[in-house]
Nanobody, 120 residues
Framework: QVTLVESGGGLVQAGGSLRLSCAAS????????MAWHRQAPGKQRELVAA???????NYADSVKGRFTISRDNAKNTVYLEMNSLKPEDTGIYYC??????????????WGQGTQVTVSS
């Protein structure tokens, strides 16, 4: 069994910062891409940032220059540093991990979601 545990969400004023963490635990053989998605009120879930096993990154245009995704392979953890937050960043942020186990092979794993609220 593989479990993703997210942390770091909360309420912050516009211009503030938050750092999200997502740690994967369990019988993990290998981790591929790790990413953060978010779902704003009344909108579809969207990709915010992704990072590959070789640490290539991809960001949504709306967060470029403000957010930074990183990973710690030794800890099976992905982070999202969010700076200069805007009210439109408000939403539920979900961690995504593409992980492989010996027993089940590759699986798409999702965290439980953490609420980020940015007030004006």
């Amino acid at each position: 069994q593989v479990t993703l545990v997210e942390s770091g969400g909360g309420l912050v004023q516009a211009g503030g910062s938050l750092r999200l963490s997502c740690a994967a635990s369990g019988s993990i053989d290998r981790i591929g891409v790790m990413a953060w998605h978010r779902q704003a009120p009344g909108k579809q879930r969207e990709l915010v940032a992704a990072i590959t096993s070789t640490e290539s990154t991809n960001y949504a245009d709306s967060v470029k220059g403000r957010f930074t995704i990183s990973r710690d392979n030794a800890k099976n953890t992905v982070y999202l540093e969010m700076n200069s937050l805007k009210p439109e960043d408000t939403g539920i942020y979900y961690c995504y991990v593409n992980a492989r186990t010996i027993v089940t092979g590759w699986k798409n794993l999702w965290g439980q979601g953490t609420q980020v609220t940015v007030s004006s």
